[in-house]
């Protein structure tokens, strides 16, 4: 019963994010490139004027989306995204879609396509890491939510189906407990859905924590 309740909080949570993320009257500006260690010059692209129409036309879609009118929808942000290929907020808000609508493939492709429009966003990789753990693909959701976290540590989603997919996927109960725990302090301790599958994770380690497996790279 609690891997059950389990696999449908990690999709609400990010369903969610995106959801309030996405209810601005405008397209999101791309964030600026995060320097790494393999990019260490890395420099912020200009950020575009966002015109006036794609502003009313980008709030309209959005307003088709959380209205539930998914065909109209859908053909609005399709419209938007040919038309201006500068914002990535259309194909996020496709992936996110699609991914409602059970069109994993489809969601995938659209949420790579925000990313390379310049959205390297938590919110972004952590709802392909979603997507990635529906399609059965674990390794690439743990390293898309390990991608999220590098760009925002703080960001509590990414926490929560990291513990997920460790929990219930891939059979880390450790690392589960970390990122639940890590969620919790986030959110102000206030998911008493979570707190119960901490109690459970702790009672299931008992008093000798197994020790940390390798974590898979994350995607550069």
């Not at 059970?102 to 429009?117: F, G, H, T, Y």
């Not at 976290?149 to 509590?156: F, N, P, T, V």
């Not at 891939?170 to 639940?180: K, S, T, V, W």
Request: glycine share 4%; with cysteine.
């Amino acid at each position: 019963m609690r891997n059950s309740s389990v696999k449908c909080a990690d999709a609400l949570a990010c369903v969610l994010a995106v959801l309030i993320a996405g209810c601005s009257s405008a397209p999101p500006a791309p964030a600026p490139v995060e320097a790494t260690e393999q990019s260490a010059t890395a420099v912020a692209p200009a950020e575009p004027v966002v015109p006036e129409r794609a502003a009313q036309e980008f709030a309209q879609a959005l307003a088709l989306l959380e209205a539930g009118r998914l065909t109209d929808a859908e053909l609005e942000l399709k419209q938007l995204a040919l038309a201006y290929p500068e914002f990535p907020g259309p194909a996020l808000n496709l992936g996110l879609l699609y991914e409602r609508s059970a069109r994993l493939p489809e969601a995938e492709q659209a949420l790579q396509e925000a990313l390379k429009r310049g959205m390297p966003s938590a919110l972004a990789f952590t709802q392909l890491g979603v997507v990635y753990r529906k399609l059965g693909r674990f390794k690439e959701a743990e390293a898309a939510y390990l991608d999220a976290l590098k760009i925002d540590s703080s960001y509590a989603p990414a926490h929560l189906n990291l513990g997920v997919l460790c929990d219930l996927y891939l059979q880390q109960p450790q690392r589960a407990l970390e990122a639940f725990e890590r969620y919790m302090e986030l959110s102000g301790n206030s998911d008493k859905r979570v707190a119960t599958w901490i109690a459970e994770l702790k009672g299931r380690l008992g008093s000798n924590p197994q020790p940390q497996p390798q974590t898979a790279e994350a995607a550069p």
